[in-house]
C-alpha cells in the first residue's frame, strides 16, 4: 500500500538526511526557514520540542497535503545549554565544557500530517567524555568534525574516541532518534519496504 501524501524532511542537516536514507521511505528535503530564537525561560527539552514543531509546520503550511518531519537539537551541560558553534574558538569552548563531563543531547522531533494532524518527541541521550589534554583537543578541531554539529563533535566519526559511555539512542546524537521517528510514522499509518 503506498503512503498517502508526499514525505519531507524539514531540515538542511546531512546528518539527518542519512539516517532518513536508511529508513528507506521516499521522500525529499527542503530548508525550514524559520527563525530559531526561543525564550530564555524554556527548558533544553521545551525548546527543541518547540523549535522542532515551528520549522515541520512552516514547512507543512507550504505544502499542506504533505507529511513533514522537523528536528531540533541542543546540548545540554551543567547550567549550559550548547547549539552550533560559530567558527572552531567557539567550538573548542564547547568541547572544553564536555571533556572529563556527563552531557545531554536533547532532540525534538514532530511529524504534521495533511490537514496539520501534529505527534511528537522529545529524546535524551547521556554522554560521558573522558578528559584530554589541550594538545589532543587541537587535534580533534582539526579534524573539522566541529562544524554543523551541536555540541562539536560527530559521534558517529573520529569524535568517538573522546566517548567514554553513552546511555540512550545512539542516532539521537547524530540528529533524528529513529526510535522515536519510527514510532510516529508507524502510528501515522506509514508502511514499510514498499517497492517504490
Ligand atoms: N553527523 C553528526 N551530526 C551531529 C552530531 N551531533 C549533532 N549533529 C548535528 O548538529 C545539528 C544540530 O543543529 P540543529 O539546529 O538541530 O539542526 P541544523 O543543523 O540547523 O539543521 P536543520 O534541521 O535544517 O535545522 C544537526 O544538523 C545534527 O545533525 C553528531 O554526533 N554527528
Given amino acids: 500500500m503506498k503512503n498517502s501524501g508526499e514525505l519531507i524532511l524539514a531540515s538542511t542537516s546531512s546528518a539527518r538526511k542519512a539516517l532518513m536514507d536508511g529508513l528507506g521511505l521516499p521522500y525529499r528535503t527542503e ?5 530559531e530564537h526561543v525564550a530564555a525561560s524554556l527548558s533544553a527539552e521545551e525548546a ?8 515541520a509546520r512552516a514547512v507543512h503550511e507550504r505544502h499542506p497535503g ?7 537539537q541542543l ?3 551543567g ?3 550548547l547549539g552550533k558553534p560559530q567558527d572552531r574558538d567557539a567550538a573548542r569552548g564547547q568541547l572544553q565544557r564536555l571533556l572529563g563531563h556527563t552531557h545531554a543531547i536533547h532532540t525534538g522531533v514532530c511529524l504534521v500530517g495533511p490537514g ?6 522529545v529524546e535524551t541521550t547521556r554522554l560521558t567524555f573522558f578528559p584530554v589534554p589541550p594538545e589532543e583537543l587541537e587535534r580533534y578541531l582539526d579534524t573539522g568534525e ?5 555540541g562539536s ?5 573520529q569524535g568517538q574516541a573522546l566517548l567514554a559511555k553513552l546511555e540512550g539512542d545512539r542516532t539521537n546524537v547524530q540528529g533524528l532518534p529513529m526510535l522515536s521517528v519510527v514510532r510516529l510514522f508507524r502510528q501515522a499509518g506509514f508502511t514499510f519496504f514498499t517497492r517504490p
Fill in 31 to 35: 530548508a525550514p526557514g524559520v527563525d
Fill in 48 to 55: 527543541v520540542r518547540s523549535l522542532a514543531a515551528r520549522k
Fill in 66 to 72: 504533505a507529511w513533514v518531519l522537523g528536528a531540533d
Fill in 75 to 77: 546540548v545540554e551541560v
Fill in 79 to 81: 547550567r549550559d545549554v
Fill in 116 to 121: 496539520g494532524r501534529l505527534t511528537e518527541a
Fill in 146 to 150: 566541529w562544524e554543523g554539529c551541536a
Fill in 153 to 157: 563533535y560527530r559521534v558517529e566519526g
